[in-house]
């Protein structure tokens, strides 16, 4: 597909011209003489790798297969982030610059709103390259009420909207607009299909294979739920709507490679039982917790040795919690993944110097990492509770929330992650620790997650929550020291009711009040932007970035 000159109409006050995308590639405009202010710094460097003498021979040579497939993702995520702008990194002043590029899969910050870091390349499209760049959401909402039969197919998380020779608005299903990619990764899985010891393993990476050129994902997302033995993993395809930033409707390319910590692993597997139970005790009416979570979720532990495509552009995942499929989790609920290395690394050289500068000295003793991973757990268990469907027949949540959803989605599995952790403290399910552990590491991780900015959802969420807590006395701030302290019962209450608000605006599918909420508290204040201004100015990495693939892992082929 080509991609023609246009003027950038996001912001009035640009006038840049770029080459935008209008398809599944684009060739932007040649920086002139970019001097970008750039900071590698943001990005602490961490080394994937895992105990491969644990792993057999087969699932060794799986290893480089997987690794293999994973990087076609990449290479559809560079697609539909930036569209061709991977091409024009070698021209980039300085190798600083190509680099920033490389860790954002374009030339906008991920870190800082989405904004460009490149000379002449204006704002990014908030449709990511999955739409016309000019395209507005008035447009597209107009177009298919005019065209109700075209609707299915160009809300499609699986295909790319462009537009034909008569201005018509066309979807192209990614199997046909990124052929080469997909078959290449079809094939590398089913080689890799041939090393599996595991049935449930092979299955899955056969029906994934067929999926990549059909984009039909559930038969293999239904065979994932049911891999309960399997020690290596990969999840791989398109799956998250985070780039889609315009309606939330499309979904992007990315992959992990992952070796199961049996030993951890087996340590959560009984809290994935008490889903149901703890569905029924959400702080909210009945009609907003009836639906029953599936039975067969499961919680493991996993080193992740690759990660490719929208999970490792900008801020990086520590936790998964897949399918999407709202079909598939109401029968079979949902797997969380725990990635174990990169939860520490993030812990270990983000999360403790920031709680040495930014929460008060007689509570530091409650930064664990035993919390940090348990609050990461809740989250993920949190995204299988609440409701999928709305209770006013206006479709599935993500549906009636378009591009607020991702946000409030992350929001709610935030906030009643902690809510479950209280509920089973009290219960005396959980017992390592005290909850006072989880409260404080909570709040020192908003300080972490708020740094990922507003072009990530997680970034909204936390500034949402903060905001809340704030107005709720959940926490106070030493003046002098700059310092937080968690206020036990305020935060108690702020907890529920912001569970409670959530849920409802949920299940109500209420788009509005969704963005009343948002540009109410979804906002930095000066006050706390002058204490993260202190954590860059301590040299706080944001992020992290990795040194991986075969040669880390000393797989490279000699």
């Known amino acids: 597909m080509q991609a023609i000159p246009l003027r950038s109409s996001l912001c009035a006050c640009v006038t840049a011209t770029v080459f935008l995308v209008t398809g599944s590639s684009a060739v932007f405009a040649q920086p002139k003489a970019p001097k970008p202010k750039v900071d590698l710094n943001r990005y602490a460097t961490v080394r994937l790798t895992t105990d491969l003498t644990l792993l057999s021979k087969s ?30 990194i070698p021209t980039l002043a300085g190798s600083d610059l190509q680099t920033y590029a490389k860790f954002n899969y374009g030339p906008w910050d991920r870190l800082d709103g989405n904004s460009p ?59 046909i607009a990124f052929s080469e990619q997909t078959q290449i990764a079809s094939a590398l899985l089913r080689q890799a299909a041939q090393h599996a010891e595991d049935p449930g393993l092979r299955m899955y990476l056969l029906l994934r294979a067929q999926a990549l050129i059909t984009d039909d994902y559930q038969p293999s997302d239904l065979a994932w739920m049911d891999m309960k033995s399997n020690t290596i993993d990969i ?31 087996s340590r959560l597997a009984h809290y994935a039982k008490l889903l149901p139970d703890l569905q029924r005790r959400l702080p909210v009416p009945i009609a907003y917790k009836k ?16 990660y490719a495509g929208d999970c490792n552009a900008g801020s990086k995942t520590i936790a998964i919690n897949l399918p999407n499929d709202e079909k598939v989790q109401l029968k079979k609920g949902t797997r969380r ?44 268990v949190a995204h299988g509770l609440g409701i999928k469907n709305t209770i006013n027949g206006k479709g599935t949540v993500r549906q009636a929330l378009k591009d607020q959803a991702s946000a409030l989605e992350e929001g709610k599995a935030d906030i009643l992650g902690l809510y479950m952790v209280t509920r089973l403290f009290e219960d005396g399910v959980l017992t390592e620790g005290e909850v006072m552990d989880n409260y404080v590491t909570f709040l020192a991780g908003i300080f972490r997650s708020v740094r990922f900015g507003a072009s990530s959802a997680h970034g909204r969420a936390n500034m949402l929550r903060f905001n809340f807590f704030k107005e709720a006395g959940a926490f106070s701030r030493d003046p002098k020291s700059g310092t937080y302290r968690v206020n036990m019962n ?5 907890m529920t009711d912001l569970t409670r608000l959530i849920l409802q605006l949920q299940g109500d599918g209420n788009y509005k009040g969704t963005i009343d909420l948002m540009n109410k508290l979804g906002k930095i204040d000066a006050e706390l932007q002058s204490d993260l201004d202190r954590l ?23």
């Open 117 to 175: 870091f490149v000379k002449d390349v204006g704002p990014k499209p908030l449709g990511a390259s999955f739409y016309p760049s000019d395209m507005t959401r008035a447009t597209f909402e107009a177009y298919v009420k005019a065209h109700p039969k075209q609707a299915e197919a160009l809300k499609s998380p699986y295909t790319m909207v462009t537009r034909d020779g008569a201005g018509k608005l066309v979807a192209t299903r990614y199997a």
């Open 337 to 380: 993944l725990q990635l174990k290395n990169a939860m520490r690394a993030k812990y270990d050289k983000i999360l403790v110097p920031i709680s040495k500068m930014l929460i008060a000295e007689d509570q530091r003793k409650h930064i664990t990492f035993t919390a940090f991973f348990g609050n990461t757990m809740f989250h993920e």
């Open 291 to 306: 639906e029953t979570p599936g039975t067969d979720s499961d919680l493991n532990a996993y080193d992740v040795i690759y």
């Open 536 to 558: 860059s100015r301590a040299s706080i990495p944001v992020d992290v970035t990795f040194e991986q693939g075969l040669a880390v892992l000393g797989l490279e082929s000699k």
């Open 235 to 265: 999840v791989i395809g398109p799956i998250e709507n985070y780039e889609d930033q315009l309606f939330g409707y499309k979904s992007a390319h990315e992959a992990y490679v992952l070796v199961k910590d049996k030993a951890w692993s």
């Open 490 to 494: 305020e935060m108690k209450t702020a």
């Open 59 to 88: 699932e060794k040579k799986m290893i480089p297969l997987l690794i293999k497939a994973a990087e076609q993702m990449d290479e559809l995520f560079w697609l539909e982030a930036s569209g061709g702008f991977k091409k024009t």
